[in-house]
T-cell receptor, first 112, second 116 residues
Framework: DQQVKQNSPSLSVQEGRISILNCDYT??????FLWYKKYPAEGPTFLIS?????DKNEDGRFTVFLNKSAKHLSLHIVPSQPGDSAVYFC???????????FGQGTILTVHP | EAGVTQFPSHSVIEKGQTVTLRCDPI?????LYWYRRVMGKEIKFLLH????????ESGMPNNRFLAERTGGTYSTLKVQPAELEDSGVYFC??????????????FGEGSRLTVL
């Protein structure tokens, strides 16, 4: 039973436009959420996170929004750049525990 | 400072053979995790060490998988005997304390296992 789901396997966006990646979760015990970015042949790298006590966290071009009632989060990238092309993984955890539960990933392609 | 390192980067073995994957976490990180990604699916949790102790091994698929972390430094993951469905990329990650605000795990580049 998958507790974190990314229902869009891929997303294609023009350079300079906004990229919106979505993620849904089912476990209401999750209280911390993260986005990871992965390039081919590399390990995932941390991008941005948000605590369940917040509904928004911003870091430069990246903003994560959390809607707890809908058990939904999204990652906005503005403006998108070709170097942002990668696989983006949504992850969730119970903060007192170590392990992350990941979604399937969304392949983002940003066209010049 | 060195990141998480994994060896080998790619291993091709035949069904029934044994493979051992190694992970060196970031120095000072007590927490070490193994994950696996199969054929473009989710990155799935296998187990979690705190120092040399297994904190959570709920994700280990079966008893063909054996993970160790002797001395609380590097870890090995042995698959014996390997089956076709074990093919995938095995990621190792490390972190400081689970309860820290960032909750961030640092990942290695992964070991790709192909079982023929």
């Amino acid at each position: 039973d998958q507790q974190v789901k990314q229902n869009s396997p891929s997303l294609s966006v023009q350079e300079g436009r906004i990229s919106i990646l979505n993620c849904d979760y089912t476990n209401s015990m999750f209280d911390y959420f993260l986005w990871y970015k992965k390039y081919p042949a590399e390990g995932p790298t941390f991008l941005i996170s948000i605590s369940s006590i917040k509904d928004k966290n911003e870091d430069g071009r990246f903003t994560v929004f959390l809607n707890k009632s809908a058990k939904h989060l999204s990652l906005h990238i503005v403006p998108s750049q070709p170097g942002d092309s990668a696989v983006y993984f949504c992850a969730a955890k119970i903060l007192s525990y170590g392990k992350l539960t990941f979604g399937q990933g969304t392949i983002l392609t940003v066209h010049p | 400072e060195a990141g998480v390192t994994q060896f080998p980067s790619h291993s091709v073995i035949e069904k029934g053979q044994t493979v051992t994957l190694r992970c060196d976490p970031i120095s000072g990180h007590d927490n070490l995790y193994w994950y696996r990604r199969v054929m473009g699916k989710e990155i799935k949790f296998l187990l979690h060490f705190v120092k040399e102790s297994k904190q959570d091994e709920s994700g280990m698929p079966n008893n063909r998988f054996l993970a160790e972390r002797t001395g609380g430094t590097y870890s090995t993951l042995k698959v014996q005997p390997a089956e076709l469905e074990d093919s995938g990329v095995y990621f190792c990650a490390s972190s400081q304390k689970p309860g820290t605000n960032t909750g961030e795990l640092f990942f290695g580049e992964g070991s790709r296992l192909t079982v023929l």
